[in-house]
């Protein structure tokens, strides 16, 4: 009975005691010996240049058409024979040679659009149809995780990225851990701030009357225990050096939740600007330069706090690049395309170089590559080999995995 | 009960204050005590008048308009580009609802922005956008045939869902099927085939032009072919008289009592009850019908109706981030919504206009009830808080002025929050919930000090109070 309880306020405990507790509220945490497997989703917004990243090295086809853009084969981190990543992907090449990096080219499907609207709601929904049904892959698996507001999080731009986006739950999106506390005027430190915080948990739990209000109430008090777990990750959170930029204080972000033991099996992190219609070189040094770095900082601190076989990282990006360059000298870049570069990184994943080298002799009538491996097959084997879920209800028939991780 | 039988103050309850107040939420965004008394003056059948006869055009507001999307347009940041133009489309939106002496008109408009869902990000086209939403504007109240026909024929849905690139030798059966399942008929209420068949007969429907429109039949791209549509002949055609089968088809599917009780289910969803008992849809459907499709007439029906006063479906619906956001402001007349990053903020609460998630529109109720958008919900409210509210009259009649309140009620905390409940919630917070909030005021906010002391204390209770009202759970729910 809500209404004759006064809700005490901060602790975990002090909710754990009451009807309005859920049961993932009372469970103990996890030791370590017990440790989740969580995956990270970096999203490279925009159509990453598979090329680029990833650049054939004895293929005179390809300076033919990119005599701009192709970098001088020197430059490139060799990766085997036939392929290098490109110069910035430093971090990304040693991890490769350590065996912790698996490097997929061809990812795409048969029935490509050139369309970023299209092409990014097949890539979060998994599932390449004509009706979009607003919910993501990563979203219908999380409505089988318990009903913890933490069991999923984006960590950005404050939006939910549609890959998150379940049937009926939507985890939060946050732009700092920060973002689901409750807060007061004036901001944290303001005397008064604290007090009016606790006084709106207080009013909460004191409300009561009706199934409605109740289920709003229970809701609100869900989140503020949320924001509560996120904030101590925060503060707890070591002192350490992060590259700067947003994807890396996104990272350090994503590091803070999972020092911190919080049962978020799913982390997303954006990195935008991929769409390299004109000056892509420059462009793309900049992007790749941090995403190498925040990458690599994150896989460095996962080592060192003997997680990085909790973690695997993955990136995805709604479709690669045209293969002739368009525009001119300086200012020269790539249209929209088909099939790309995917990576898979941490302490369990499957390294190596996988996926056929792209045959640009063989290109579609849009100027654009074939896909060698199905993007859901990679989903599928994240999904069933790394979280244990299962994929076919999540994914649709067809689709057996192709291992990204190791048995 | 005949539920869709008009209620009849003195036979059916009293015209009272509960009751006004509820229409004020359903068919508009909410009212303060002193529109809420102007509600009761007018009587139940006027009162509702009220809100259904909108004229077609607002001048006074009109011009208010163009001030402030001139204002918007020097605002920081506000570039030229599409993303930037369609972010003002949103926020003179919003002024406008939260403006507007006709807030039916605005809820009808957002009703249809998420039936016929289109999201910006894939028509792209600012010229599109605009154009759909005036069409929708204009024809809110309509009938429903001549608003789904103006649908059909919308630049921005030709493109959304591709309907400009079906032709006779590829059909795109995009759009026939939302047509079917989402715009008129509900699902499975078609077989596959009837939704090629349609696509076939809006082969040529298109645009010339992608960025700008207008609608075009492209007789040559038309599959002149008789095609067959839920059992019923539509028989081909050639040339331009091709375009005639396309509207054919939209009477047809009007006409089929299935889209009455789909489209009458939405309005009793919206407007009643997330879960409408099935009689009042019936009996609303009978009443379209009736009505000859018209949306304006059938939603006077319903707000005029018993099933609406009914107390067991008061305070039942979950208001959507843009309800939320535009009743507060109503209520405590913020008048300049962009300086408050109310756009950002409605995106990260999940319900950006033009972009709706899917061409299935937004999410309702409960599912609306997610840890990040009442985070998001709440910092609004805060920021709502501590605005200088004026103290202007919005539609109609003076909204609180909150100073005078903190003034009057300076001692006496329950009192306040009563006052406050009356105008914000129009029903009391839960006793337990009004003990807390009282509490909170005195212990925290007692006043002390100097006359000057006392009197930020008193502004700072009045901001307090607001916050944790437009928090509470009662607030969430119309």
Redesign the interface.
Known sequence: M???R?FLGTSVTALGGMALGPAWLRAAPRSRTNALRRLVVIELRGGLDGLAALQPMHDARLERVRPTLALERSKLLALGEDCGLHPRLEQLAARWRDKQLGVWRGVGHDQPNL????SRDYWDEGRVT?????AGWLGVYGEELEAD?LAMLAIGA???P?AL?GR???????RTLG???????GGARAS?AA??AA??E???A?????P??????R??L??AD??RRLSAAEKARPAGEWPRSSLAADLAAVAAVIDADLPTRVLHVVQNGYDTHADQNRSLERLLGELDAALGAFLVHLERSGRLDEVLVMTTSEFGRRVAESGDGGSAGTDHGTAGVQFFAGGRVRAGLFGAPPDLGRLDATGNLAASVDFRRLYASVLSQWLGADAERVLGPGFPPEAVVLA | MALLSAFEPGRDGTWDRARAAHLARRAGFGATPAQIDHLLELGLDAAVDSFVDWPDEEPALEREEATFGSALADLDGMQDGTQDAVARLRLQWLWRMVESAYPLREKLCLLWHDHFATAESKVLRIDLIRGQYATIQRLCGASFRELVGAIARDPAMLVYLDNRVSKKKHPNENFARELVELFTLGVNRYEQRDVAEIARVFTGWTTPDRNRGPFEFDSGDHDSNDKLVLGQSVPGRRGAAGEQEGDEVLDLLVARPECAKFIAGKLCAWFVSHVPPPELVEALAAEFVEQRYSIRETVRALLRSQAFYDPRFQFQLHKTPVEWAVGAARLIAVRNVHLLGLDQRLSRMGMRLFEPPSVAGWESGRDWAQSSQIAERFELALAYSTLAHSRREVFGAPAADFQALGTQFAGDSAALVDRLCAHLLQRELAPAARDVLVAYLDESLPLQGDESARERQSRERVRAAVHLLLCSPEFQLA
């Open positions: 809500l209404s004759r006064t369309s970023h609207f299209e004509e009706v979009r049904s607003g507001p404050g939006s939910l549609g986006r009926t739950r939507r985890p939060p999106a946050v973002g689901l506390s409750f807060r007061g005027p008064g007090d009016r006084a709106l207080r009013m909460l004191a409300s009561s009357g009706d409605e209000r109740e289920f709003f109430a809701a609100a869900e989140t949320a924001g």
